[in-house]
């Protein structure tokens, strides 16, 4: 597997996994279960996250400056960061920590260019 590759592979697994945790606090759905609204934006992220011809310079989708979600679907996966994106900690620290460090990484080197 390339690292493009493996980048799509964690980003996508990464928005999966918030969105599950969305739909299951929202949407009372059981675990490992993901409601008909849910399953359309999580296949919407990965459709976006395959073809974004950015995977190489950017971390993950949120720190992206070319914005490719429509404006409906970008509010929904907004949304779900918000609410999603603190409870990770919880629900995956390994993959909240190494997306608050990548996070964290990216930002300086915009900010040096």
Not at 81 to 96: D, L, T, V
């Amino acid at each position: 597997m390339t690292d493009v590759q493996t980048k799509r592979a964690r980003e996508k697994r990464m928005v999966g996994d918030m969105i599950a945790l969305y739909c299951r606090k929202k949407h009372r759905t059981k675990r490992g279960r993901i409601c008909k609204v849910c399953r359309e934006l999580t296949d919407y992220a990965w459709q976006r996250s395959d073809k974004c011809p950015f995977m190489e310079e950017k971390t993950f989708c949120s720190n992206c400056r070319v914005h490719c979600y429509s404006p409906e679907m970008r509010e929904r996966i907004r949304e779900v960061m918000r609410f999603s994106g603190p409870r990770m900690i919880f629900h995956h620290p390994a993959a909240a920590i190494r997306h608050l460090v990548s996070t964290k990484r990216e930002k300086k080197r915009m900010e040096r260019t």
